[in-house]
């Protein structure tokens, strides 16, 4: 890759730590302020679930990524996200065993079979099977041991959403 390219790459790896670290944050910030509680049940913070939380937001923001950076340079695509991965997970100094390993392929692979980002309600599409809401209910399963807690869903599925506007606003690579 050239200069450039490195460059691009560092600031996209930039993003991703730093989207992941918002949108984690920001999210426990509410669980804790009881935003997520009914009257009659209160959601809790498991211990470990932080953690847990963070690395699925890391594992969909590196398929943003790549999606991103598909539409952009189809050609070089292999070696450009294959350096912004190796740089997230150094700079995040995050440990990876065999089991980060088969859970971030098992999300890559589920995440490629999601045809839609996102449900175009204008047109009577349903969120169903969407990847932006079915993330949304692996998020709401972690933090409060259920999928359909629409709140939790709701709110993941809207950090998604900014945040994948927010990668397409860096214009990381839409003119070289």
Known sequence: MDELLIKKADKLA???SSQMQVDTTTLFKAVKAGSFD????????KE?????????????????????????????????QNYVVKKVLHDMEIKIDDA???????????????KRLIADTSKGETPKDTLFWEF????SSLVSGSPDHILLVTTT????????????????????
Not at 38 to 45: R, T
Not at 108 to 113: A, F, R
Not at 136 to 139: E, P
Not at 160 to 167: G, R, Y
């Open 14 to 16: 930039e993003w991703i």
């Open 48 to 80: 470990g679930v932080i953690g847990l939380v963070g690395h699925e937001f890391l594992f969909l923001y590196l398929h943003l990524s790549d999606l991103y950076v598909f539409q952009m340079l189809k050609e070089k695509r292999d070696s450009f």
């Open 38 to 45: 009914f009257a009659d049940s209160k959601v809790e913070i």
């Open 136 to 139: 949304g209910k692996r998020i």
């Open 157 to 176: 599925q809207s950090l998604v959403v900014h945040a994948w506007a927010n990668l397409w606003s860096l214009e990381l690579l839409h003119s070289k």
């Open 100 to 114: 980060f390993i088969d859970i971030y392929n098992s999300r890559l692979q589920e995440y490629s079979t999601r």
